[in-house]
Each structure stands twice: as structure tokens, then as C-alpha cells.
């Protein structure tokens, strides 16, 4: 196994954090929005993965809203030690993995009871349950249960 060399977590400059032209996924002008909002409320909770040259990894939907919110650093972790092939892999499975995974119905149904409990004390604009329902009833967000923590954060309020 191929250990690769990483760095801690560190605030750079957004000019120093550069679009990869190779990255194959796009990210619409609706998600980029959505992401927007939600980084106006909790900011970004997970780094920008860029190579030794500041090339983004994965992450270009993070970097995208930081750039449409004028932010002027975004938290970034450099991975060092891939070759251009395994950097151009590593574009295309980012994120699939994801696709692998399901909701477990359960803690869904708890999280939700919990978040509707929190809305009510925090008046929160959306209710919980319509909220989750818009979410999960969407293909995009079936196959990325993630993205509902990210999206939840701008919809409640």
C-alpha cells in the first residue's frame, strides 16, 4: 500500500487554490447556490483536497461557492506523493464512492425527530420533515446521502 504524503489542515488564499482542467464532474450553477447558502451559515467543514501545486483534487464544489461568496480562504489539506495518472483516478472516484451507500431509515427517522425539536426552539423557517422529504426525494441526494447535512443548513432557516 502506497502511503501518501499528507499536511495538516491549513487556511490558504482562494487565488492559490487553482480549478483542475481535467476535472470531469460538473457542478451546476444551482448546486454551486446551495452550497452558497449553506457555507453562509456554517462555512466550509471540509478541506479542499489540492496536489503540491494547489490544484484542486477534490473539492471544486467547495471552491466554487467560496469564489461566488468573495471568501478570501478556504481551508485546504495538500496531498503530495501521486503520479499524474493516480491524481487523474482520483478525480473520477471522488465522490462515487459515496454513491455506494444508503440511508439507514432508522437513524434518519431520529435525526429528523431531534432536528423537528430543535427547529421548534430555534424557529427555523422550513419544517424538518419538508425539508428531508424535498432532500431525499430528490435522485441526486438518494445517491449522495451527504449532501443532506450540507443542504439542510440552508433550508432551515
Sequence with gaps: MKVLKSHSITPRPI????PNPRNAWAHPDEQVAELARSFERIRITFPIL??????IL?????WLPAQ???LTEVPVLVIAGLTET??????????QLAL???LDQEKLRT???ELEKSRVSSNAALPVRDVVTRLVGTPRLRA????LIWNSFSLLG
Design 15 to 18: 487565488e492559490h487554490v487553482k
Design 50 to 55: 489540492v496536489d503540491e501545486n494547489g490544484v
Design 58 to 62: 477534490a473539492g471544486q464544489g467547495k
Design 68 to 70: 461566488k461568496l468573495n
Design 86 to 95: 493516480e491524481k487523474q483516478l482520483y478525480l473520477i472516484a471522488d465522490n
Design 100 to 102: 455506494n451507500s444508503t
Design 111 to 113: 435525526a429528523i425527530e
Design 144 to 147: 449522495r446521502p451527504a449532501a
